[in-house]
């Protein structure tokens, strides 16, 4: 019978739960800055045509001024989700080797190191004055050692190094540094099959005077741009997604990390939430814990961006529809749906690239039935 109240999280680490789920809180309140960003009726950034014959030119003039709380929330999640890792370790720390003087409580860390050698330095320090626990060939010791980005061929990708790459420099300098950029762009022409299938941009940050496009005069190619926000992992020319970044590490911290160093084994199951309740006491913290949800803020925060799109774009299908309704009618029906209710009603349409009439046919009914499901809702809506 599977465990459902995560029997696996000893008592003294139900605080670990708390500071992930303050984390994804964190994430979240960057989400809706993002969300108000990116879908601001302006735009994020703005085109022009510029003459440069025999060709014309798409250039940037413009770029909307990124909010300063974005780089600074998403400075404190990566902060929140590098003490989730510190915190669980000084108290494992301290439930085998008992209260810490001063000197073997400075010892306590997570590094992050790239070479297996320097990890066995670092051991080789704590013999001294760190707690036993930390000694080199300790189960704890050993359990450190597996999280280590050494362990991976692609050392400098690995999410703990970068969590610690983002978070010394946003303690010691900067906050993180973000910009928008362009994430991928296709030809409406050359519509891609997927997302998977969009060739990759250059990952660097969008200028006033970048040229997106070039054609030759008199000569017009509608283009499909997906512009995002970017975080610069520091001392690196790299600029990935913001919101997938800390995806990643989030997910890793909270579902490999954490599990690991706690029990020493493959992560158990059920996995810890991404979020819970910490804004109210629990007389029963575990049973707290149980009913939160593994759904992260970046997650939603991709739903929600998808379910933005799937929006504006179904009011102009569904307004060709024969006998359809106005616009407004058909926005306001969508926006009583959630987001999850919008993404499944077009997840039933399927691409029609083969032009099979069975396909299209259904596809019609598909959008029929939303055309009825918003002739419905009219009727029921308060005058």
């Known amino acids: 019978m599977e465990d459902l109240t995560h029997e696996w999280l000893p008592d003294h680490q139900l605080g670990?739960?708390?500071?992930?789920?303050?984390?994804?809180?964190?994430?979240?309140?960057?989400?809706?800055?993002?969300?108000a960003y990116q879908t601001h009726a302006d735009?994020?950034?703005?085109?022009?045509?510029?003459?440069?014959?025999?060709?014309?030119?798409?250039?940037?003039?413009?770029?909307?001024?990124?909010?300063?709380?974005?780089?600074?929330?998403?400075?404190?999640?990566?902060?929140?989700?590098?003490?989730?890792?510190?915190?669980?370790?000084?108290?494992?720390v301290e439930f085998r080797d008992g209260a810490l003087e001063t000197k073997s409580a400075r010892m306590v860390e997570i590094p992050a190191f790239r070479r297996a050698e320097d990890f066995?330095?670092?051991?080789?320090?704590?013999?001294?004055?760190?707690?036993?626990?930390?000694?080199?060939?300790?189960?704890?010791?050993?359990r450190i050692e597996g999280l280590q980005p050494f362990n991976r061929r692609d050392a400098h990708n690995h999410p703990l190094a970068r969590l610690v790459l983002h978070t010394n420099h946003a303690k010691h300098r900067t906050p993180a540094v973000t910009a928008v950029r362009i994430a991928a762009m296709y030809r409406e022409d050359q519509?891609?099959?997927?997302?998977?299938?969009?060739?990759?941009?250059?990952?660097?940050?969008?200028?006033v005077g970048d040229v997106i496009a070039e054609t030759a005069v008199g000569t017009r190619v509608p283009v499909t741009l997906f512009p995002t926000v970017g975080i610069n992992r520091p001392g690196t020319d790299r600029w990935p997604v913001l919101m997938q970044e800390l995806d990643e590490i989030s997910h890793w911290v909270r579902?490999?990390?954490?599990?690991?160093?706690?029990?020493?084994?493959?992560?158990?199951?059920?996995?810890?939430?991404?979020?819970?309740?910490i804004a109210a006491g629990?007389?029963?913290?575990?049973?707290?814990?149980?009913?939160?949800?593994?759904?992260?803020?970046?997650?939603?925060?991709?739903?929600?961006?998808?379910?933005?799109?799937?929006?504006?774009?179904?009011?102009?299908?569904?307004?060709?529809m024969d006998g359809s309704l106005s616009?407004?009618?058909?926005a306001a029906w969508l926006d009583h749906l959630t987001d999850?209710?919008?993404?499944?009603?077009?997840?039933?349409?399927?691409?029609?690239?083969?032009?099979?009439?069975?396909?299209?046919?259904?596809?019609?009914?598909?959008?029929r039935d939303m055309c009825d499901e918003a002739v419905a809702f009219g009727r029921e809506r308060p005058r």
Not at 192 to 199: G, I, Q
């Open 255 to 277: 579902t490999q990390a954490v599990p690991r160093l706690v029990t020493g084994t493959e992560p158990p199951r059920p996995e810890l939430p991404a979020r819970f309740e």
């Open 16 to 35: 670990v739960a708390a500071t992930l789920s303050h984390a994804d809180e964190l994430v979240g309140q960057l989400a809706d800055v993002l969300f």
């Open 191 to 207: 519509r891609p099959r997927s997302v998977h299938s969009l060739p990759q941009r250059p990952e660097v940050p969008l200028r």
């Open 43 to 92: 735009g994020t950034l703005e085109l022009v045509e510029q003459l440069v014959f025999p060709n014309t030119r798409t250039v940037v003039a413009h770029v909307a001024p990124l909010p300063r709380k974005i780089p600074l929330l998403a400075a404190d999640a990566l902060v929140a989700l590098r003490a989730a890792l510190e915190h669980a370790l000084f108290a494992e």
């Open 120 to 142: 066995k330095s670092w051991g080789k320090r704590r013999v001294k004055n760190g707690p036993v626990s930390l000694h080199p060939g300790s189960g704890l010791s050993k």
């Open 327 to 330: 616009a407004d009618h058909i």
């Open 340 to 367: 999850e209710e919008v993404l499944d009603r077009v997840s039933r349409l399927k691409p029609t690239r083969s032009q099979s009439p069975n396909r299209v046919q259904r596809n019609f009914g598909v959008l």
């Open 282 to 320: 629990h007389v029963d913290e575990r049973l707290a814990i149980t009913a939160g949800s593994t759904t992260s803020a970046a997650e939603r925060h991709k739903r929600r961006l998808s379910a933005a799109s799937v929006r504006g774009d179904m009011v102009d299908t569904l307004g060709q």
